[in-house]
């Protein structure tokens, strides 16, 4: 299975940057790296994902390490609004269908 | 409204007693999956479909079936519930998953179930 290892909890303050940290050392070429999180009594919901190079979007952008082991996700001001748990995710071409999420990251923003 | 809705949201049941959990999506999407997601478990995937008629199983598939029968609908069948089946579901879906390129997968507002 594809495992990524990412810290059980951070801490940040409102209007800071928080990077959230990931590695998954097993990746594969074919691998993406997409991110989720999960605000408190919802749904996931889609963050951002990349391969190769790093990536932005309205929400937040991906810095991958260039040996591709590992990824940060960047929040660039952090609000309270931002207060979930974050998950790390690789799936490619070996999934086929299979996605594991693992326990994420509870993100923590103070007023 | 593009989304994703289950059906019940909440639903109390005894062991043994057969029941459905319905996931219905309006965007057309060939992709769709079921989750749960137990307290310090995280996110697991049960089942999940590529495509109508093609289903496949996830990570805890024990004692869920599925059926894609259409490609909006996709039920989570408990055909002899459990106690430690008791938890919190999520269904998924998104475009097709191409070459193993995922989409963004947009989840339903999640269904408690509690099995006594």
């Known amino acids: 299975d594809a495992k990524t290892t990412q810290p059980n909890s951070m801490e940040s303050n409102e209007e800071e940057p928080v990077h959230l940290p990931c590695n998954h050392s097993?990746?594969?070429?074919?691998?993406?790296i997409h991110w989720y999180r999960q605000l408190p009594s919802q749904g996931p919901e889609y963050v951002i994902h990349?391969?190769?190079s790093n990536v932005n979007n309205r929400m937040a952008s991906l810095a991958i390490a260039e040996d591709r082991k590992s990824s940060t996700l960047i929040l660039h001001r952090a609000t309270l609004r931002d207060a979930a748990v974050y998950y790390c995710?690789?799936?490619?071409?070996?999934?086929?269908?299979?996605?594991?999420f693992g326990q994420g990251t509870i993100l923590t923003v103070h007023p | 409204e593009a989304q994703v809705t289950q059906n019940p949201r909440y639903l109390i049941t005894v062991t043994g007693k057969k029941l459905t959990v319905t996931c219905s999506q309006n965007m057309n999407h060939e992709y769709m999956s079921w989750y749960r997601q137990d307290p310090g478990l995280g996110l697991r995937q049960i089942y999940y479909?590529?495509?109508?008629?093609?289903?496949d199983k996830g990570d805890v598939p024990e004692g869920y079936k599925v059926s894609r029968k259409e490609k909006r609908n996709f039920p989570l069948i408990l055909e002899s519930p459990s106690p430690n089946q008791t938890s919190l579901y999520f269904c998924?879906?998104?475009?097709?998953?191409?070459?193993?390129?995922?989409?963004?997968?947009?989840f339903g507002p999640g269904t408690r179930l509690t099995v006594l």
């Open positions: 998924a879906s998104s475009l097709a998953v191409l070459a193993g390129v995922y989409n963004e997968q947009f």
């Open positions: 995710i690789q799936a490619g071409g070996t999934s086929y269908g299979k996605l594991t």
């Open positions: 097993t990746i594969s070429g074919t691998d993406y």
């Open positions: 990349g391969l190769t």
């Open positions: 479909s590529m495509n109508v008629e093609v289903t």
